[in-house]
């Protein structure tokens, strides 16, 4: 049963405050596409100075996504017992700490190693700013809000891939890793400004000064201050905030079909976006194009994961997300026909970033709305985490069917497949949520 002050968040208008709120997570998003662009965009020189064979490179991509993985299974479920805040605060440090070191690695190992750390700060720190986008969305801009956050993804990897161009021609590859170190500093003071705790952290959880800290929020939102907390569940109605409450009260069929859609979904999609400009300069295309095919996987994420935020405003969001999975599996396998065409390439890898966003950005929108608030950061956390074990593996796997002599366009038709197996795990996502929710997942529009 909501309580008065959930019910009117979910159902009133929003205020300025709670956008601003959205936009930061937005700008803390774009941190994770910058750091994966980071590693893609710099591999050819890093290559080039430590003679790097592709699965030495291979390990490299998947190092970091291996630290975000652990991020996000051991790290993000902190939040839900310290706060949604704190957790960012102490991400935002350890990915500081993690990309200012690596300009000063001296092998692939120590790089590899200060990968690791940075995506256990960036791995740690993606469920919460989820979290929080769900919970300062009313149910009509929820499914657009956490859109638009995962359009966050794109944006940074295409800022950061123009700005990474001008660093490596000018300073070296250690330069690009320097940048993203100062940029994620200068996020930390506005997150203390800006970033507020979440609402349902200090309702259910109930830390000290809970109720200050409530109705300070409520002031900034606009909204009438409480004389007292909402009153808690019954004892026996409180889901675990541990791993087992995402399989108590019918949860375990959704948890595990949510896993499987972003295990599925990550795999391919970091290897779309981690090897497509490698792949590009070996299929005949210089390296500046190669940067530019990557560029524009980002750049068509931009669009489509903003048409996605304005199409899930309106249109079922289970059949539009598996719709954007089927469209990703059908260009994946064009691109893989096309490699070497310059003209086809770059406009399909605009089309494969406009889908693949989308999709991501749907499951983004399914996993908030599916648990309730006691283990909302920890469900998030696990099925991210779960689809970072895919992306560690996609780079990988990768790498060795290239040493191993496999051609590009064999690669993206093989990596389209898990596609189509994401849209069949998330049309059985949508018919399990329709049994079990009170509504607000599949009315999330």
Same mark, same amino acid.
């Given at each position: 049963?909501?309580?008065?002050?959930?019910?009117?968040?979910?159902?009133?208008?929003? /205020?300025?405050?709670?956008?601003?709120?959205?936009? =930061?997570?937005?700008?803390?998003?774009?941190?994770?596409?910058?750091?994966?662009?980071?590693?893609?965009?710099?591999?050819?020189?890093?290559?080039?100075?430590?003679?790097?064979?592709?699965?030495?490179?291979? +390990?490299?991509?998947?190092?970091?996504?291996?630290?975000?993985?652990?991020?996000?299974?051991? $790290?993000?479920?902190?939040?839900?017992?310290?706060?949604?805040?704190?957790?960012?605060?102490?991400?935002?440090?350890?990915?500081?700490?993690?990309?200012?070191?690596?300009?000063?690695?001296?092998?692939?190992?120590?790089?590899?190693?200060?990968?690791?750390? &940075?995506?256990?700060?960036?791995? !740690?720190?993606?469920? /919460?700013?989820?979290?929080?986008?769900?919970?300062?969305?009313?149910?009509?801009?929820?499914?657009?809000?956490?859109?638009?956050?995962?359009?966050?993804?794109?944006?940074?990897?295409?800022?950061?891939?123009?700005?990474?161009?001008?660093?490596?021609?000018?300073? !070296?590859?250690?330069?690009?890793?320097?940048?993203?170190?100062?940029?994620?500093?200068?996020?930390?003071?506005?997150?203390?400004?800006?970033?507020?705790?979440?609402?349902?952290?200090?309702?259910?959880?109930?830390?000290?000064?809970?109720?200050?800290?409530?109705?300070?929020?409520?002031?900034?939102?606009?909204?009438?201050?409480?004389?007292?907390?909402?009153?808690?569940?019954? +004892?026996?109605?409180?889901?675990?905030?541990?791993?087992?409450?995402?399989?108590?009260?019918?949860?375990?069929?959704?948890?595990?079909?949510?896993?499987?859609?972003?295990?599925?979904?990550?795999?391919?999609?970091?290897?779309?976006?981690?090897?497509?400009?490698?792949? $590009?300069?070996?299929?005949?295309? /210089?390296?500046?194009?190669?940067? &530019?095919?990557?560029?524009?996987?980002?750049?068509? !994420?931009?669009?489509?994961?903003?048409?996605?935020?304005?199409?899930?405003?309106?249109?079922?969001?289970?059949?539009?997300?598996?719709?954007?999975?089927?469209?990703?599996?059908?260009?994946?396998?064009?691109?893989?026909? /096309?490699?070497?065409?310059?003209?086809?390439?770059?406009?399909?890898?605009?089309?494969?970033?406009?889908?693949?966003?989308?999709?991501?950005?749907?499951?983004?929108?399914?996993?908030?709305?599916?648990?309730?608030?006691?283990?909302?950061?920890?469900?998030?956390?696990?099925?991210?985490?779960?689809?970072?074990?895919?992306?560690?593996?996609?780079?990988?796997?990768?790498?060795?069917?290239?040493?191993?002599?496999?051609?590009?366009?064999?690669?993206?038709?093989?990596?389209?497949?898990?596609?189509?197996?994401?849209?069949?795990? +998330?049309?059985?996502?949508?018919?399990?949520?329709?049994?079990?929710?009170?509504?607000?997942? =599949?009315?999330?529009?």
């Amino acid at each position: 049963m909501k309580h008065a002050l959930r019910r009117d968040l979910d159902e009133g208008p929003m /205020s300025r405050f709670q956008w601003s709120a959205i936009a =930061i997570c937005i700008t803390l998003i774009m941190l994770d596409g910058f750091d994966v662009l980071v590693m893609a965009f710099t591999a050819a020189s890093v290559s080039a100075e430590w003679k790097l064979s592709g699965a030495q490179l291979g +390990v490299l991509f998947s190092a970091g996504l291996f630290g975000m993985a652990a991020g996000s299974l051991f $790290l993000a479920p902190l939040a839900d017992r310290f706060g949604r805040q704190a957790i960012i605060l102490l991400c935002l440090v350890v990915i500081a700490l993690g990309m200012g070191l690596s300009a000063l690695a001296q092998s692939s190992t120590q790089l590899a190693a200060l990968r690791a750390l &940075t995506g256990l700060g960036i791995g !740690g720190m993606l469920a /919460s700013v989820g979290v929080i986008t769900a919970e300062f969305a009313s149910n009509k801009w929820r499914s657009t809000a956490v859109a638009l956050q995962a359009t966050g993804y794109p944006i940074g990897a295409t800022i950061g891939g123009s700005i990474a161009a001008v660093l490596l021609e000018a300073y !070296g590859w250690r330069s690009v890793f320097v940048f993203g170190g100062l940029a994620t500093v200068a996020m930390i003071p506005l997150v203390l400004w800006r970033l507020p705790e979440s609402v349902d952290f200090l309702t259910s959880r109930r830390p000290a000064g809970a109720l200050q800290k409530l109705n300070a929020l409520l002031r900034k939102m606009q909204r009438t201050e409480l004389a007292e907390l909402p009153p808690l569940p019954a +004892v026996g109605e409180r889901p675990a905030n541990t791993i087992p409450g995402l399989f108590n009260g019918g949860l375990a069929r959704s948890t595990l079909l949510l896993w499987a859609a972003f295990f599925l979904l990550m795999f391919s999609f970091y290897f779309a976006l981690s090897w497509t400009p490698k792949l $590009l300069v070996s299929a005949g295309l /210089s390296a500046r194009q190669g940067i &530019t095919g990557g560029v524009l996987l980002n750049i068509g !994420g931009i669009v489509g994961g903003s048409l996605f935020g304005l199409l899930a405003a309106r249109l079922d969001l289970g059949r539009l997300t598996a719709a954007s999975l089927t469209m990703t599996a059908v260009a994946m396998a064009a691109f893989g026909a /096309s490699t070497g065409h310059l003209g086809a390439s770059f406009a399909i890898a605009f089309l494969i970033g406009a889908f693949i966003f989308g999709s991501m950005a749907g499951l983004y929108a399914f996993a908030p709305v599916i648990y309730p608030a006691a283990v909302r950061t920890t469900g998030m956390g696990w099925a991210i985490g779960i689809g970072r074990i895919g992306a560690i593996l996609a780079p990988l796997i990768a790498g060795m069917l290239l040493d191993g002599g496999s051609q590009a366009p064999t690669l993206y038709y093989a990596y389209a497949l898990p596609l189509v197996a994401a849209m069949a795990a +998330v049309l059985a996502l949508r018919r399990n949520a329709a049994r079990h929710s009170t509504g607000t997942v =599949i009315g999330a529009h």
